[in-house]
């Protein structure tokens, strides 16, 4: 039988995330602090790190990826990056999660290259509250962005929407509007407490999937769908008959560590074996060592997940737990 990552609580690691840069064009007050240091290029995995880690990842069974970061597609190399992983056979899927500023450029060739889903990231419609939520986005380049991907011939575009109380909690519907006339789907994402942020009080600001839900019940009414995404997302479909489809990630009302089959990859080369944990092993240190060999990676890789915590703990009412910041991490 091939190889499997299976943890110390029978869970098997099929799905890898990996973070291809900390940085980004944009500071979104949930995600980054306005001055933000980054890592030096030096302590960032290249591409070709990033392609022997995901072979050995693919080697143990991993049959899906997504790229994120920061900013995925602030970083050179991005394009030939997809084209390798791509190609790597055993991958069933290669998606991406992006803020959808470089998409109007680069929407056609990641579609060339072998991407085969995107994410993308949208909290608001209003030009300047959109530019207030990003600090430095603009609202028209990302929907521009969006039609490009469309246009590129992506299916099943993905939004996704963190809904702050006193912020964007008014335009729940006018997202939902978006969506059904575009044919997109949308996950709204509970805000998490990872990393120190100074905009706002995230106990202050924090709504729940279930009151989103409630919103949104008001004019539709939705029915669970049973497909599992591989995600932690839970869907739901119009009873309308509409396409679309709308997910909750709910990490803080509906813990999803039961079924967590992912672990994620820092740009800096760490493997977090959990989103809201510490616990962590240097890829980058062994893929230094012993570069272009996959053995030393593939049984560090197995070994660690006997490291994976059986689940995240998460309270808003402790300031910060985790001092990473999301783009640290790799959304
Ligand atoms: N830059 C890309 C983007 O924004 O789509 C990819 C990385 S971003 C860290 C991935 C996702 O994490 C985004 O959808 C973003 O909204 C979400 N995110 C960032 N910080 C978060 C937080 N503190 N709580 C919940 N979601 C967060
Ligand atoms: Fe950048 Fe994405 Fe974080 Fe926003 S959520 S600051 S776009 S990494």
Redesign the pocket.
Known sequence: MADQLIDKFNRVVDYIRISVTDR?D???VY??AEDMTFAPRSEILSIEEITLIAQAFVELGVSKIRLT???PLVRKGVVDLVSNLSKLEGLQELNMTS?GSQLPTLASPLKAAGLDRLNI?LDSLKADRFKAL?RTGDLDTVIEGIKSAKNAGFKRIKLNAVILKGQNDDEIMDLIQFVRSNELDISFIEEMPLGQIDHHDRAQTFIDSAYIQEVIEKSYKLTAVDDVSGGPSRYWRFDDGHKSRIGFISPHSHNFCGSCNRVRITAKGKLLLCLGNEHSVDLKAVVRKYPNKLEPLKQVIREAMMIKPERHEFDLAQDVQILRF??TTG?
Do not use: K, Q
């Open positions: 980004c944009f500071r979104c995600c980054m970061g920061g900013e803020n990231s990003t999301m783009n959304g």
